[in-house]
Nanobody
Framework: QMQLVESGGGLVQPGGSLRLSCAASGFTLDYYAIGWFRQAPGKEREGVSNISSIDGSTYYADSVKGRFTISRDNAKNTVYLQMNSLKPEDTAVYYC?????????????WGQGTQVTVSS
């Protein structure tokens, strides 16, 4: 069965770091663009970052530029989101999904999400 599994979330102090993983099973990520999204209680889903399947180009929401880095390891069939200098407003459930290249349009979403809580 095809699925995406997010992991790596947890509780971290402001200014700390986490690395989230999006691992695919049942299919390979080589030919798919992958996006990271987040949703906090009472708020709409927000696109955080995505990475192209064509040329590896990346995009970041203004709120995370300079702090987050998305990367792909095709050998491990995994996409990562390195999150540094975390802020309380980064607190949310983070999801990964297959997206249309260069957009936030989800065409495949199998993850259940991983909770990131930034608090002192």
């Amino acid at each position: 069965q095809m699925q995406l599994v997010e992991s790596g979330g947890g509780l971290v102090q402001p200014g700390g770091s986490l690395r989230l993983s999006c691992a695919a099973s049942g299919f390979t990520l080589d030919y798919y663009a992958i996006g990271w999204f987040r949703q906090a209680p009472g708020k709409e889903r927000e696109g955080v970052s995505n990475i192209s399947s064509i040329d590896g180009s990346t995009y970041y929401a203004d709120s995370v530029k300079g702090r987050f880095t998305i990367s792909r390891d095709n050998a491990k069939n995994t996409v990562y989101l390195q999150m540094n200098s975390l802020k309380p407003e980064d607190t949310a459930v983070y999801y990964c999904a297959v997206v249309v290249v260069g957009t936030w349009d989800i065409v495949g979403y199998w993850g259940q999400g991983t909770q990131v809580t930034v608090s002192s």
